[in-house]
């Protein structure tokens, strides 16, 4: 599922406009050496530092309490007398001297929001009669995401200077770019639920199925092992169900997997070999939810189950240092590896529920290039890998 620009990109460009807005900075002000400090070292890092603080306050996006939060740092990058935000509606604060010019604001901003480009204003518009107030000019710039203005960003003082009208417009887009992480993060997180929901929906008819007619094979010739494949079977379907966090343990996956192959085993019996691979150091690394047991039920239904005589389902978990690597391995009927590559790519539809649905998620935490590697040829079995690192911020849980 596609969800746009990936966050590292954005990521990437968010750098790229905060060192703008630096140099901006550093054109409009010039401050004098501290310590063993130049007088560039002085701003730039003084300016980072204030980014940074104020970039925690657009956590939750473009929010009236985020942008009032963050108005006291950016009026302290920028050095003006007076800051304001708004969004198309109405002002969301105002930061600084001349608070009496607040009424204006949104006259003044009206073009800025309606065409998105930025506008400098003069003393013609920003009138004031109070000899004290140092408010005579403006700069406002646009705050958009992917081509909506949501606001716009002004700064007020004695004049407008060329570096000081560049380093709004580059702080406005800084600005800019924190909402879009965060948008991102949100598109990323329906999305991942989307691919779950579809997971559950496409939790094998076939299996349940089979595994309450397996059970019920064993309800009069063995009751003790009807009673314990029951079991089984609600603690998996309680799991592969369950509605909270969209990530696991291995060693819960891997709990789940196991609950898997033992219904499966009740119903292949001798045909259906396990072999498990398991290096403890990889057992606490968080993944996401139901990322294995799709993959070894693929492994079973579309490797195992069309192959005559018994197969054999190996998983395998490696520890790598700072990296996790996966794999299922099954010495099945394996398939055509042009018909595998169009289900990785959606191009084709597949009852192989495991592969695009587990490959789509896995790209959408880790990064494009922590997809899954599949190995099959007909006749040659299959093996499906993937690699990824043991600690991701992307899996950490919300505050």
């Not at 800025?112 to 920003?126: A, I, K």
């Not at 599949?374 to 600690?391: E, I, L």
């Amino acid at each position: 599922m596609d969800v746009g620009p990936t966050l590292t990109t954005v990521m990437l460009v968010s750098i790229v406009l905060l060192v703008l807005v630096v140099l901006g900075l550093l054109l409009h002000r010039r401050r004098s050496r501290r310590g063993f400090l130049s007088v560039t070292d002085q701003a730039t890092y003084e300016t980072l530092h204030t980014a940074s603080v104020a970039a925690r306050h657009f956590a939750d996006g473009f929010t009236d309490n985020g942008c009032e939060r963050a108005a006291p740092y950016l009026q302290a990058m920028l050095a003006t007398p007076a800051l304001a935000i708004c969004d198309t509606g109405s002002v969301i604060v105002w930061e600084g001297e001349g608070g009496h010019h607040l009424p204006s604001v949104m006259d003044q901003a009206e073009p800025v929001l309606t065409s998105g480009h930025t506008l400098v204003l003069g003393p013609d518009t920003v009138t004031c009669t109070s000899t004290e107030c140092p408010v005579r000019a403006a700069v406002i710039a646009p705050i958009c995401v992917e081509g909506r203005v949501l606001g716009a960003l002004a700064a007020y003082g004695p004049s407008v200077t060329p570096g000081l009208a560049r380093a709004v417009e580059e702080l406005a887009g800084w600005v800019t770019t924190q909402v879009e992480l965060v948008e991102l993060s949100h598109e990323r997180t329906r999305a991942m639920e989307a691919e779950l929901r579809a997971l559950r929906a496409q939790i094998s008819p076939h299996f349940i199925y089979n595994s309450l007619a397996a059970i019920a094979s064993f309800v009069r010739t063995d009751p003790e092992r009807a009673r314990e494949l029951l079991l089984e079977f609600a603690d998996f379907t309680r799991y592969a169900l369950r509605r909270e966090d969209a990530f696991t343990t291995m060693s819960e996956e891997l709990h789940n997997v196991e609950r898997y192959l033992v219904l499966e085993q009740a119903r292949f019996g001798e045909r259906l070999g396990i072999t498990l691979k398991i290096a403890p150091e990889v057992l606490p690394v968080r993944l996401p939810y139901l990322t294995i047991q799709p993959l070894v039920e693929n492994a079973v239904r579309h490797g195992l189950a069309p192959k005559e005589g018994p197969g054999t389902v190996t998983l395998v978990a490696i520890d790598h240092g700072t990296e996790a690597e996966f794999a299922v391995d099954d010495d099945g009927v394996g398939a055509h590896p042009e018909s595998i590559r169009k289900i990785l790519d959606g191009q084709t539809r597949s009852d192989s529920i495991g592969l695009g649905n587990v490959d789509a998620r896995l790209r959408q935490v880790y990064g494009e290039e922590r997809g899954l590697v599949v190995d099959t040829a007909p006749g040659a079995g299959m093996r499906v890998s993937f690699r990824v690192p043991k600690y991701s911020p992307a899996l950490e849980e919300p505050a």
